[in-house]
């Protein structure tokens, strides 16, 4: 469950009536109007994205490490293609 804070903004959506229907249903469902149906969603959405974001930028900003190969020897081209064991 969401809380906001502020001023909210009406927008309208244009939908096909069966997914009008099936919105309808589910936030009737849910025990909530179509309107904070739709904000929760979106604002999951938004946070979905936004972890994303910061996950991505810790990943990204991680310095490269040395390889350790083993026996000390990188692997030949047919070594790292080889399909055998997955047929």
């Known amino acids: 469950m969401f809380h906001y804070v502020g001023a909210m903004k009406?927008?309208?959506?244009?939908?096909?009536?069966?997914?009008?229907?099936?919105?309808?249903?589910?936030?009737?469902?849910?025990?909530?109007?179509?309107s904070k149906w739709l904000a929760d969603l979106l604002e999951r959405m938004r946070r979905q994205e936004d972890e994303y974001e910061v996950v991505m930028e810790r990943f990204l900003?991680?310095?490269?490490?040395?390889?350790?190969?083993?026996?000390?020897?990188?692997p030949a081209r047919d070594e790292l293609h080889d399909r055998a064991g997955f047929r």
Not at 10 to 34: F, I, K, M, Q, Y
Not at 61 to 74: F, H, I, N, S
């Open 61 to 74: 900003a991680r310095k490269p490490r040395k390889m350790e190969w083993v026996d000390g020897r990188k």
């Open 10 to 34: 009406n927008v309208t959506v244009t939908l096909p009536e069966d997914v009008a229907l099936w919105l309808r249903v589910r936030a009737a469902e849910d025990g909530r109007s179509v």
